[in-house]
């Protein structure tokens, strides 16, 4: 447990600040691994970045790195490289003046070795023989890729990384994201990465420490954090937009919510815990084409449904019987077919696919799938299945 | 693959960090102690020793100086007079410089780089050249001369405006062209009329620096020593000139401290408005825009407005007094001719000396006071440039920063004085400097200090603090951080620094009237004392070493311009 970073209850204040913008955190990064920083602006995750890499004092706490701790050890002797949201390379010198500035001062005064890892760096970052380009003539991209391989040329036994893609647009930054984990996995690189943006984060990391009001709210897995979040706060953060509470066995609820538990139930993908909260992302109900035109049964959406608390396996009954959409869905076990329904209130077109937001009953207003080139108008009611993929269970 | 056990340096000892934190600090300790060594022998002590003068009597603290100095009607007229002129020659560099900085900085036309340049020359020309070129326009039988205004205050103020007109001209222009345009179009687009857009968005947006430019203005107008003994006779005269008369001609001592001390509460007033509103102008200007400037539009009435006012300011005002002065030398009792040149050669009337021989005395104290005045000063920049987490240590750069801006405002004249007077044992020690040339240097450097730090500073305020950060990350230490990051980007300020600095040099005159010994004075000092001379051949014989002293200071200024390294550049 002594490998790599270990952050330990560390705390940073600001003077004049009335709360601490870190408080408390507990994290370790083994080496080789890629652990995301990931917290909406202000939540103090760039502070604990700057205080892993000795530019902020810590108020309390220790970090150390295999064991032995770096808190007195001074920026420039630490060997944690870090590389700023700008990039903040030295406009004074060119790209290889830039990348050479971190190289040892044995291979920065070795010509020919100098040139060979400037060469070598260059490659890696995919931007060969830019050596003598002014920095100031880079495009954004450019730019943060010169500053990955200054970042990368002393070998740091960490790297910080500080949103880095955050000031690109949004096509090169999914790019750039792609080609920035093969970097650090090529150097198997230990890296801590801060980002507010989850799809990056996911993109980037092995793990992922959430962060909120300076202090850190769940580690995990890309995929586990995704099925399990800990909290509703997590789940917010993740985009999960829409949170039902979870029936008591026995209760009456509304159709949607009863397809909710019975798919979430069926794939087994979220837990239910008792008192439990279902967290709904975009996409947890699926337009279904065929059933547009459905009368709306008013037995279904006056009376309800009863919640069946006998386990896993059994089908909601009420959706069974009251099915008027027997859907593709129905072999799919994670696709529970129901006769839910909505009202759609906004119709709109992301890359190329139909989203709808609809008013559900017992739900609330949430973004259904719809597919390409399906469309309808604002106030029409459209059958919708659940996809189980986008519910998580959150404890209570 | 490298594994990743291998890379990084090894866990460091905590000896070693010790040892990191300490060299630093002693460093940066050295770095705030010369500069303040320097000045606390060179001027807190002799100034310090001329008020003490004034208000110490038999060993004991006597006020009676305050009561007596200030009965006299004498000393009023001459604070009201120090305002007055102070406030009309600034209202005056603000109404004409203001529409200069929208035409030279917003405004493309062809020659806009060289008039830019040109504008700035009469800000480094010495304070009694601009004196003589003044007076030469306006004394009877001159070009102006009909115009009566020979010996009045006109003739002072027109003379301050012609001085600080540059100041500004780049203060503001240099915030009007970073202000960012789109702001303007918006005021536009919802309707707003060109004069609208200029009194509610431009103006407003330009305050801080109108503000700025206009508290330093003051402070150069109220200070003013070398152009108002010159124009103002023995009817007109600031706070400083009359510092000097008590001092030289009445032998008061007293009158002068007394003087001394009112010309420091001005100057810390001046001083402190004009630090409010640099810390405005800098916070504004990192919101700043890029550059931006239009062909200048003359169909449009304010912008033909801007260029006629700068068009009577920069012929009227700046070339007129410049090209008459050059005229004026060349007109001997003989006819038109190189006469008084040549008489630069050969020691004039009482003189000890050739001007020749003066311009090359100047040059070298010039040296040895700018060489001291970039140290001292790039040391002063360097550490108030700083940004200490502490709110103790902040308030101390605060107050170095204070400190070393005081050489603006304390008089020259009581610098000088004092150097007499206290360096026959500066600290104590048996060393007698007042018969060392290196004195008038270490004068000149004092005044020269503040110039220097002024303008190395704000370049080493504008670099991103996190730079600094990456190339610690990076393993630079903090002696290679500061290397090649602040050094590196200073070196770009540097050669105007120089620049001013060696202007300031070449032509103080209030210190240096004291120090620069009978058998080796200063350029400025032989054309004082040629002007005091009777006879035609004397003032013709000023008027030309008037002109060699302004060539000298404008050509060294222009050359240190070009030192200037481009924004940026492929250097290793």
């Given at each position: 447990?002594?490998?790599?970073?270990?952050?330990?209850?560390?705390?940073?204040?600001?003077p004049g600040a009335?709360?601490?913008a870190?408080?408390?955190?507990?994290?370790?990064?083994?080496?080789?691994?890629?652990?995301?920083l990931?917290?909406p602006?202000?939540?103090?995750?760039?502070?604990?970045?700057?205080?892993?890499a000795?530019?902020e004092?810590?108020?309390?706490?220790?970090?150390?790195?295999d064991?032995v701790?770096?808190?007195g050890?001074?920026v420039?002797?630490?060997?944690?490289?870090l590389?700023?949201?700008d990039?903040?390379?030295?406009?004074?010198?060119?790209?290889a003046?830039?990348?050479?500035?971190?190289l040892?001062?044995?291979?920065?005064?070795d010509r020919?070795?100098?040139?060979?890892?400037?060469?070598?760096?260059?490659?890696?970052v995919g931007?060969?023989g830019?050596q003598r380009?002014?920095?100031?003539?880079?495009?954004?991209g450019e730019?943060?890729?010169?500053?990955l391989?200054?970042?990368?040329?002393?070998r740091p036994?960490?790297?910080?990384?500080d949103?880095?893609?955050?000031a690109?647009?949004?096509?090169?930054?999914?790019r750039?994201a792609?080609?920035?984990?093969?970097?650090?996995?090529?150097?198997?690189?230990?890296?801590?990465?801060?980002?507010?943006?989850q799809?990056?984060?996911?993109?980037?990391a092995?793990r992922?420490?959430v962060?909120d009001?300076?202090?850190?709210?769940?580690v995990?897995?890309?995929?586990?954090?995704?099925?399990?979040p800990?909290?509703?706060?997590?789940?917010e953060?993740?985009?999960?937009?829409?949170?039902?509470?979870?029936?008591a066995?026995?209760?009456?609820?509304?159709?949607?919510?009863?397809?909710?538990?019975?798919a979430?139930?069926?794939?087994g993908?979220?837990?239910?815990?008792?008192g439990?909260?279902?967290?709904?992302a975009a996409?947890?109900f699926v337009?279904?084409?065929g059933?547009e035109?459905?009368?709306r049964?008013?037995?279904?959406?006056?009376a309800?449904?009863a919640?069946?608390?006998?386990g896993?396996?059994?089908?909601?009954p009420g959706?069974?019987s009251?099915?008027?959409?027997?859907?593709p869905?129905s072999d799919d076990?994670?696709?529970?077919?129901?006769?839910v329904?909505?009202?759609?209130?906004?119709?709109?077109?992301?890359?190329?696919r139909?989203?709808v937001?609809?008013?559900?009953?017992g739900?609330?207003?949430?973004?259904?799938l719809?597919?390409?080139?399906?469309?309808?108008?604002?106030?029409e009611?459209?059958a919708l299945?659940?996809?189980?993929?986008?519910?998580?269970g959150?404890?209570g | 693959?490298?594994?990743?056990?291998?890379?990084?340096?090894?866990?460091?000892a905590?000896?070693?960090?010790?040892?990191?934190?300490?060299r630093?600090?002693?460093?940066?300790g050295?770095?705030?102690?010369?500069p303040?060594?320097?000045?606390?022998?060179?001027?807190v002590?002799p100034v310090?020793?001329?008020?003490?003068?004034?208000?110490v009597?038999?060993?004991?603290?006597d006020?009676?100086?305050?009561a007596?100095?200030?009965a006299r009607?004498?000393?009023w007229?001459?604070?009201?007079?120090?305002?007055?002129?102070?406030?009309?020659?600034?209202?005056?560099a603000?109404?004409?410089?203001?529409?200069g900085?929208y035409?030279?900085?917003?405004?493309r036309?062809?020659?806009?780089?060289?008039?830019?340049?040109?504008?700035?020359?009469?800000?480094?020309?010495p304070?009694?050249?601009v004196?003589?070129?003044?007076?030469?326009?306006?004394?009877?039988?001159?070009?102006l001369?009909?115009?009566?205004?020979?010996?009045?205050?006109?003739?002072?103020?027109?003379?301050?405006?012609?001085?600080?007109?540059?100041?500004?001209v780049?203060?503001?222009g240099?915030?009007?062209?970073?202000?960012d345009e789109?702001?303007?179009?918006?005021?536009r687009?919802?309707?707003a009329?060109?004069?609208?857009?200029?009194?509610?968005?431009?103006?407003?947006?330009?305050?801080?620096?109108?503000?700025?430019?206009?508290s330093?203005?003051?402070l150069?107008?109220?200070t003013?020593?070398?152009?108002?003994?010159?124009?103002?006779?023995?009817?007109?005269?600031?706070?400083?000139?009359?510092?000097?008369?008590?001092?030289t001609?009445?032998?008061?001592?007293?009158?002068?401290a007394v003087?001394?001390?009112?010309q420091?509460?001005?100057?810390?007033?001046a001083l402190?408005?004009?630090?409010?509103?640099?810390?405005r102008?800098?916070?504004?200007l990192s919101?700043?825009?890029?550059?931006?400037?239009?062909?200048?539009r003359?169909?449009e009435?304010?912008?033909?407005?801007?260029v006629a006012v700068?068009?009577?300011?920069?012929?009227?005002?700046?070339a007129l007094?410049?090209?008459?002065?050059?005229v004026?030398?060349?007109?001997t009792?003989?006819?038109?001719g190189?006469?008084?040149?040549a008489a630069?050669?050969?020691p004039?009337?009482?003189?000890?000396?050739?001007?020749?021989h003066?311009?090359?005395t100047?040059?070298?104290?010039?040296?040895?006071a700018t060489?001291?005045?970039?140290?001292?000063g790039?040391?002063?920049?360097?550490?108030?440039?700083r940004?200490?987490r502490?709110?103790?240590?902040?308030?101390?750069?605060?107050?170095?920063d204070?400190l070393?801006?005081?050489?603006l405002?304390?008089?020259?004249?009581?610098?000088?004085?004092?150097?007499?007077?206290?360096?026959?044992?500066?600290?104590?020690?048996?060393?007698?400097?007042?018969?060392?040339?290196?004195?008038?240097?270490?004068?000149?450097?004092v005044?020269?200090?503040?110039?220097?730090?002024r303008?190395?500073?704000p370049?080493?305020?504008?670099?991103?603090?996190?730079?600094?950060e990456?190339?610690?990350?990076l393993?630079?230490?903090p002696?290679?951080?500061?290397?090649?990051?602040?050094?590196?980007?200073?070196?770009r300020?540097v050669?105007?620094?120089?620049?001013?600095?060696?202007?300031?040099?070449?032509g103080?005159?209030?210190?240096?009237?004291f120090?620069?010994r009978?058998?080796?004075?200063?350029?400025?000092?032989?054309?004082?004392?040629l002007l005091?001379?009777?006879?035609?051949?004397n003032y013709?014989a000023?008027?030309?070493?008037?002109?060699?002293l302004?060539?000298l200071?404008a050509?060294?200024?222009?050359v240190c311009?070009r030192?200037?390294?481009?924004?940026?550049g492929?250097?290793?």
């Amino acid at each position: 447990m002594s490998d790599g970073l270990q952050v330990a209850d560390v705390v940073v204040r600001y003077p004049g600040a009335d709360r601490a913008a870190v408080d408390g955190v507990d994290l370790a990064v083994p080496t080789g691994e890629v652990v995301a920083l990931l917290g909406p602006s202000g939540c103090g995750k760039s502070s604990l970045l700057r205080a892993v890499a000795g530019l902020e004092p810590l108020a309390g706490g220790d970090v150390a790195w295999d064991g032995v701790p770096v808190t007195g050890v001074p920026v420039h002797r630490r060997g944690f490289g870090l590389l700023f949201q700008d990039g903040q390379l030295f406009a004074h010198r060119d790209v290889a003046g830039n990348v050479a500035y971190g190289l040892p001062a044995g291979v920065r005064r070795d010509r020919a070795a100098r040139t060979a890892r400037v060469a070598e760096l260059l490659d890696l970052v995919g931007l060969p023989g830019t050596q003598r380009r002014d920095v100031a003539t880079l495009s954004g991209g450019e730019r943060q890729r010169v500053a990955l391989a200054r970042a990368l040329a002393p070998r740091p036994r960490l790297l910080l990384l500080d949103e880095p893609l955050s000031a690109l647009d949004r096509g090169l930054r999914e790019r750039l994201a792609l080609d920035l984990r093969d970097v650090l996995v090529a150097t198997a690189t230990t890296a801590l990465f801060v980002t507010h943006d989850q799809d990056e984060a996911f993109a980037v990391a092995d793990r992922v420490a959430v962060m909120d009001a300076g202090r850190l709210l769940q580690v995990a897995s890309p995929a586990d954090l995704w099925a399990r979040p800990a909290s509703r706060r997590v789940a917010e953060f993740l985009g999960y937009e829409a949170f039902v509470p979870v029936p008591a066995a026995g209760d009456a609820a509304p159709p949607a919510v009863a397809a909710l538990v019975a798919a979430a139930r069926d794939a087994g993908v979220a837990l239910l815990p008792a008192g439990g909260v279902l967290a709904l992302a975009a996409g947890a109900f699926v337009v279904v084409p065929g059933g547009e035109g459905v009368e709306r049964g008013g037995a279904d959406h006056a009376a309800g449904a009863a919640v069946d608390g006998s386990g896993s396996g059994g089908t909601v009954p009420g959706a069974a019987s009251g099915s008027a959409v027997g859907g593709p869905a129905s072999d799919d076990r994670h696709h529970a077919g129901a006769a839910v329904d909505g009202q759609v209130e906004v119709v709109r077109s992301r890359r190329g696919r139909t989203e709808v937001v609809v008013e559900v009953a017992g739900v609330g207003r949430v973004s259904a799938l719809a597919p390409a080139g399906w469309t309808c108008a604002a106030g029409e009611r459209v059958a919708l299945r659940v996809d189980a993929a986008a519910v998580a269970g959150l404890p209570g | 693959m490298t594994t990743t056990l291998a890379r990084g340096p090894a866990p460091t000892a905590p000896a070693a960090g010790r040892a990191a934190r300490v060299r630093p600090a002693l460093a940066w300790g050295a770095a705030v102690a010369v500069p303040v060594l320097f000045l606390g022998v060179f001027f807190v002590q002799p100034v310090a020793e001329i008020v003490g003068r004034g208000f110490v009597t038999d060993g004991r603290l006597d006020l009676s100086g305050f009561a007596e100095v200030f009965a006299r009607p004498r000393t009023w007229r001459v604070v009201g007079q120090t305002l007055a002129q102070a406030a009309l020659g600034t209202a005056g560099a603000v109404l004409l410089g203001v529409p200069g900085a929208y035409v030279l900085y917003r405004c493309r036309f062809p020659g806009r780089g060289a008039l830019r340049a040109f504008v700035t020359v009469p800000f480094v020309l010495p304070t009694v050249v601009v004196g003589v070129a003044f007076r030469s326009l306006l004394v009877d039988g001159g070009l102006l001369g009909g115009l009566g205004l020979d010996g009045t205050v006109t003739a002072i103020v027109l003379a301050l405006v012609f001085f600080n007109y540059a100041v500004v001209v780049r203060t503001v222009g240099g915030m009007w062209e970073r202000l960012d345009e789109r702001t303007e179009q918006a005021a536009r687009a919802l309707g707003a009329s060109p004069w609208r857009v200029l009194t509610t968005v431009t103006l407003p947006a330009l305050g801080p620096a109108i503000a700025s430019a206009a508290s330093l203005v003051f402070l150069f107008c109220a200070t003013a020593f070398g152009t108002v003994l010159v124009l103002g006779g023995r009817r007109y005269g600031t706070v400083e000139t009359e510092i000097w008369i008590q001092t030289t001609q009445f032998l008061d001592l007293r009158a002068a401290a007394v003087l001394s001390v009112v010309q420091l509460v001005v100057v810390a007033a001046a001083l402190t408005a004009a630090g409010r509103a640099r810390a405005r102008t800098e916070r504004a200007l990192s919101v700043g825009g890029p550059a931006a400037a239009h062909p200048v539009r003359l169909r449009e009435p304010l912008d033909a407005a801007a260029v006629a006012v700068t068009a009577v300011a920069v012929l009227g005002l700046l070339a007129l007094p410049l090209v008459n002065l050059v005229v004026r030398s060349l007109r001997t009792p003989r006819g038109w001719g190189f006469d008084n040149y040549a008489a630069l050669a050969v020691p004039q009337d009482t003189l000890a000396v050739s001007a020749w021989h003066a311009a090359g005395t100047s040059l070298r104290t010039a040296t040895d006071a700018t060489v001291i005045a970039l140290v001292v000063g790039g040391l002063v920049a360097l550490v108030v440039s700083r940004r200490p987490r502490g709110t103790a240590a902040r308030r101390a750069v605060g107050g170095l920063d204070a400190l070393f801006m005081l050489p603006l405002g304390v008089s020259a004249v009581t610098v000088g004085f004092g150097f007499l007077v206290a360096m026959d044992a500066p600290l104590g020690l048996p060393v007698d400097l007042r018969t060392s040339p290196v004195l008038v240097a270490v004068a000149q450097a004092v005044v020269a200090v503040p110039l220097v730090v002024r303008t190395v500073l704000p370049v080493l305020r504008a670099i991103d603090p996190r730079q600094r950060e990456v190339a610690a990350t990076l393993g630079a230490a903090p002696g290679r951080v500061l290397r090649t990051v602040d050094l590196a980007v200073a070196v770009r300020a540097v050669g105007l620094a120089l620049g001013f600095a060696f202007a300031a040099s070449l032509g103080e005159f209030g210190a240096t009237s004291f120090l620069a010994r009978p058998q080796e004075p200063t350029l400025p000092v032989v054309i004082f004392r040629l002007l005091g001379r009777p006879g035609a051949e004397n003032y013709g014989a000023a008027l030309a070493a008037s002109v060699l002293l302004a060539a000298l200071t404008a050509g060294i200024v222009a050359v240190c311009e070009r030192l200037r390294r481009p924004g940026i550049g492929g250097a290793w």
